[in-house]
């Protein structure tokens, strides 16, 4: 966002930054769970095989995406690693911060394992697994890598001194570039229409209606888990007075943010959903006023349908 840029649209596209761990992954773990690929509570080093060691023997998918696995939330591996075959080992191989379980640290590294977890388990690229349900479900323009065809309604992000370059259509968080832009915490693209289809879909499932996933693994992803001092459900994020939805929505509320200056949050008992997408990392991600526009939008937006 800034005074000379030209005006936004429905079909403006966005980096959605880490609203790819709702939209695609969490997604895709759904599915994966419905089809009988993934057990949810099965170790993983029966999935990764550098996923070893007493202390993490016990960790599990869930846990991954309830960011309670141990895992420190970011490294910046983009520096000297690349691809899989890289960042698997280094990221399997650290040193838990704290007992899994115990406590919930808001983990990109979790996120990316999840990605090659699920890579295996449907025996796909991530980005094409994700389209396939994408185009399922008719959610319109969202997808990793996006084509040259959307450049010119595509937001830039940040001036990237290590890239040496502003970034227009190239996903801007670095460790997801490094895996070629496909990866489980980020690397999405998309319009506000695409996500409101997305979002439409998933407040479907709290009517009862059909969705993403069968109801019983839907009730149990969107369900705040019991970690200590946590507000995650199963990839997604639950509404507390603290959270960028802000104090208006109801304690049934999901949602999710991104770092370039996105979010998702869907209210069931309002019946509404929020979408809010944009470039706050441009110029530079020294800008944080985000911060407090998001609760305060949210919370504009319920006093206005009272």
Known sequence: VAEDAPPTSADTVFDLASLTKVIATTTLAMRAVDQGRLDLDAP???RL???RGEDRASVTAADLL???SGLTAHLPFYRDHRGREEFE???AGLPLEYPPRTASIYSDLGFILLGFLLEDVFDAGLDAAFQAVSQQHEWGELGYRP??????RTAPTEFDPWRGRLLVGQV???NAWALGGVAGHAGLFGTTEAVGRFARTVAAGFQGRPTVAEAATFDRF???TRVPGSSRALGWDTMLPTSSCGRRMSARAVGHTGFTGTSLWIDPEADVYV???TNRVYPTRTNEQILALRPALHDAIMDALR
């Not at 084509?147 to 010119?152: A, I, K, L, V």
């Open 44 to 46: 993983l080093g029966g």
């Open 49 to 51: 095989a550098y996923w």
């Open 66 to 68: 309830a960011h309670a």
């Open 89 to 91: 080992p280094a990221i």
């Open 147 to 152: 084509p040259h065809t959307w450049r010119d």
């Open 172 to 174: 801007h968080d670095e």
């Open 222 to 224: 969107v369900t705040r």
């Open 275 to 277: 979408v809010l997408l």
